[in-house]
Nanobody, 126 residues
Framework: VQLQASGGGLVQPGGSLRLSCTTSGRTPSIYHIGWFRQGPGKEREFVAVKSRSGSGGNAFYADSVKGRFTISRDNSKNAVDLEMNNLTPEDTTVYYC??????????????????WGRGTLVTVSS
């Protein structure tokens, strides 16, 4: 499974950006698909994930983005978007799309995901 992330860019504090992640190649049914972020010298950090479970799926968010970011998923395309609102300079970093075709107990652990896209840079600055 190949993942392609797009939508990063420069935005002013308080602004919004929408990241998109699409899949290609052999795409078995993806169970979890979502986003992580990683700054220079830092560990990769969980942002949000949408799981294929329940009616419409379940969304999970890091506390730091809850209420500001919204993840949405198109199961027919195995694609996921991340709507980011009220961005702050602390959100500046590289964002990565990740996917797992198996149900995970540790959805916030990067090592549990088998497919990753190239990062897309988000810069929040005035």
């Amino acid at each position: 499974v190949q993942l392609q992330a797009s939508g990063g860019g420069l935005v002013q504090p308080g602004g919004s950006l929408r990241l998109s992640c699409t899949t290609s190649g052999r795409t078995p049914s993806i169970y979890h698909i979502g986003w992580f972020r990683q700054g220079p010298g830092k560990e990769r950090e969980f942002v949000a994930v949408k799981s294929r479970s329940g009616s419409g799926g379940n969304a999970f968010y890091a506390d730091s983005v809850k209420g500001r970011f919204t993840i949405s998923r198109d199961n027919s395309k195995n694609a996921v978007d991340l709507e980011m609102n009220n961005l702050t300079p602390e959100d500046t970093t590289v964002y990565y799309c990740a996917a797992s075709s198996v149900a995970l107990s540790g959805i916030r652990v990067p090592a549990h995901y088998h497919s990753w896209g190239r990062g897309t840079l988000v810069t929040v600055s005035s």
